[in-house]
């Protein structure tokens, strides 16, 4: 298939929603494509229209917030979906479409919209986005210090030598969402994901049921800084992790 032309992907196989909640127009986003070599543009026509014009991700489509996101780590997820490691199954309907989209641009043109969202202003949770329904975040936080900061830091913003990304900036339901991915092997199952293998193996032997799921997303939503502070404020705190610790000290 050739992608230098303007595209169009009409992604109507699936319901939007997944998880049984479709929506009553079946009509799924009509992508549009773009032959700009921009980061920019392409973020502005492509990517908004599914993750937001400030890349905070939409709950009706449960795609992430992704501003900020660290380039290496684009970079890896764009493969994988291109590469069929990730959103193979049409049961997964969200990686699915985003590895559609993933197919459809030019190399060139993933690199330059991947430099434009890593320069992005995180977009810190908010409201529905940072709470998890019937969790404790206390609860929550040993598991995490036993089995997350090992990789993902003290502070959840993810460490480039092993692969592992920030969890903070991105939605709680998002975060609990891939967590049932990996767990149910919809995600990092594939053939050659390393690194997608290796949440596969955490997820099965220490995530023992949705509970202890839900509560480290509550203790990791608690790593997140405070959105309305200044971006100083911001770095600060993040640096000093999660205000249970503290108190607890
Ligand atoms: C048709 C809707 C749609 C469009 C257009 C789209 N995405 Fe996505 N994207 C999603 C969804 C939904 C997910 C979540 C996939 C999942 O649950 O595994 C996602 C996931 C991602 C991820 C993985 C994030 C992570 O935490 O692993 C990245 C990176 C990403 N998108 C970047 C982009 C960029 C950059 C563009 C524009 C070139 C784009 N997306 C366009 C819907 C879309
Ligand atoms: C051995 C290192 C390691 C440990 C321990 C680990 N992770 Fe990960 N995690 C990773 C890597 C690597 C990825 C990226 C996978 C990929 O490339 O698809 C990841 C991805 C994730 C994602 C997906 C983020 C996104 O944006 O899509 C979540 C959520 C996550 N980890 C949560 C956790 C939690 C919670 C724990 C503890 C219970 C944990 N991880 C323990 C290495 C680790």
Redesign the pocket.
């Known amino acids: 298939m050739k992608t230098t032309r303007l595209q169009l992907l009409t992604l109507m196989l699936f319901g939007i929603g997944g998880g049984g909640v479709f929506a009553a127009d079946p009509a799924a986003p009509v992508v549009a494509g773009t032959q700009s070599m921009d980061g920019k543009v392409i973020f502005q026509t492509v990517c908004a229209q599914c993750h937001g014009t400030a890349g905070e991700g939409k709950v009706e489509l449960k795609s ?1 917030s992704i501003a900020a996101m660290p380039g290496w780590y684009m970079t ?2 764009f493969a ?1 979906l291109r590469e069929g490691r ?1 959103g193979q199954d049409a049961a997964d309907p969200q990686s699915f479409m985003m590895a559609a989209v993933a197919k459809a641009l030019q190399p060139e043109q993933i690199k330059a919209v991947i430099a434009h969202v890593e320069k992005m202003p995180m977009v810190v949770p908010m409201g529905k986005d940072r709470e998890v329904a019937d969790a404790k975040a206390e609860e929550g936080m040993r ?2 210090q036993e ?2 900061m ?3 830091r003290y502070n959840g913003s993810g460490e480039m030598t ?4 920030p ?1 903070i900036g ?1 939605q709680g339901w998002y ?1 609990a969402e ?2 049932r991915k990996f767990k149910t092997g919809k ?2 199952a594939m053939k050659n ?1 390393v ?2 293998a ?2 596969v193996q ?1 997820t099965n032997f ?2 023992e049921d949705d509970q202890m799921l839900r509560d ?1 997303v509550a203790y ?1 939503m608690t790593l997140n800084p405070d959105a309305k502070a200044s971006l100083e404020e911001q770095k600060r705190q993040i640096l000093e992790g999660s205000p249970f610790e503290s108190a607890g000290r």
């Not at 092993?162 to 990304?165: A, I, L």
């Open positions: 992430p890896t997820q994988n990730r598991l995490f089995r997350c090992e990789c993902h092993f692969g592992s990304p969890l991105r975060l891939q967590l995600r990092g994901d690194n997608g290796k949440m955490i220490f995530v480290v990791i």
